[in-house]
């Protein structure tokens, strides 16, 4: 949630900036907000006088009573309570616009970093570095979702049987390329410094308020209203949401952890040959790297995020590039998103498998995310995270680009993991 003394501050600034996300009607909405917290601090003003004017009549009938001039003490008392329903009208008033002022706080989005692109969509997002592959597919190379039939790794069918289209079964040495690609992601977060946390699968509204999950992606998560859970998206969630309410020491800095998930995503509205497979699923594994870090050295750190997830594609051994998200095609709370795509050799295409990104102060003001200055003044927190990585894209890509006559050959840094050199 953006900070309402910033928006008051830099009116012209916040505008323009949430220009390049594409928010539609933003000036209006702007001036709705500050005209709204003018309306409360007005009403919270009249509060204060009505109360001592109380008080001051309060000291005035102690000396009526005194002086037994008892007609008059009891004009002043039916006067004071002509001020305490007039007390209560105000705070019912003001409670009413502080709770408009907030719903139009908390669905305004983030403003994007300056050097946010212009767009309106992912064919506006900038190729910012790129790292080449070379891959020799046979001639009759085929696609993952048949490399997995064949193999017998991964059945799409059974989990329709079991669950619902969106839901695969892993199946032997398909279940333990998840297993291996799991391990060897959170073994080296744990080498680069990331803690690891074990989450919870369900969180509960106030963690998806926090995070920007609601009432954003509300539509997007799969709910269970008899408790007021919601299955987590991503392990951002709950591992974000350890701080909130928290006001860590700022020598702590950058806190840094790593989750394993499985992930929840309704994905309303995904159909066509882009999500055949294992390209779009409303359940799947990923590891998730999550930091605090303070604001001046926030934007270092996402650097040094992209440079491990890089880090992770080169040790698997796939083609990938970086792009910088345009303002069109960013999340509701990001300030700055880079994603990560690989080549899938046999579909010819780009498939991502990682967004890193910053959300600055957005998540901690929420969340009232805080650490001390050295001059002891309360500031908020970054907060950032990446996939580091999801694992089903990855895995697409392993089986098509690494596919011979002779089988799947597995990348060398997955092997001490699976116990094996290939499938087939």
Known sequence: MLQLQYIKEHREECISRLRIKNVKDVEARIGEIIALDAERRALQAKADTVKAEQNRIAKEIGMLMKEGRRDEAEAAKARTAELKAEEKELAN??????????????????????????????????????????????????????????????????????????????KGKGARLQRALINFFLNEA????????????????????????????????????????????????????LYRG??????????????????????????????????????????????????DRSYDTLEDMKHH?????????????????????????????FDFEVWS?????????????????????????RFKDE????????????SALALPRIVAAILENNQTPDGIVMPQCLVPYLGFDRIG
């Open 375 to 386: 001059q002891g003044k309360t500031q908020l927190c970054h907060t950032l995270n990446g």
């Open 309 to 337: 997830v890089g880090g992770l594609l080169e040790k698997l051994g796939l083609p990938y590039h970086v792009l910088k998200l345009c303002g069109g095609d960013m999340s509701f709370t990001s300030a700055m998103t």
């Open 93 to 170: 008033q003001q409670s009413a616009v502080g709770r408009e002022l907030d719903e139009k706080l908390i669905s305004l989005p983030n403003t994007p970093h300056p050097s946010v692109p212009e767009g309106k969509s992912a064919d506006h997002n900038v190729v910012v570095a790129q790292h080449d592959v070379k891959i020799n597919l046979p001639e009759c190379a085929l696609p993952h979702w048949e490399l997995c039939q064949k193999y017998d790794i991964i059945d799409f069918e059974l989990g329709n049987k079991i669950t619902g289209a969106g839901f695969p079964v892993y």
């Open 246 to 295: 928290e006001i860590v020491d700022a020598r702590q800095f950058p806190i840094r952890h790593v989750g394993y998930s499985e992930c929840f995503r309704r994905e309303a509205g995904s159909y066509g040959k882009d999500v055949r497979g294992l390209n779009r699923l409303h359940e799947f594994s990923k590891v998730e790297i999550v930091v605090i870090e303070h604001p």
């Open 345 to 369: 050799a046999a579909q010819q295409r780009w498939l991502e498998v990682s967004s890193v990104s910053n959300f600055e102060t957005f998540q901690a003001n929420r969340m009232k995310l």
């Open 190 to 241: 744990a080498e680069a410094g990331y803690q690891e946390i074990m989450p919870p699968l369900m969180v509960n509204e106030a963690s998806g308020l926090g995070t920007g999950q609601l009432p954003d992606k509300e539509g997007q998560m799969y709910a269970i209203p008899l408790d007021g859970f919601y299955m987590i998206p991503t392990a951002e969630v709950p591992i974000t949401n």
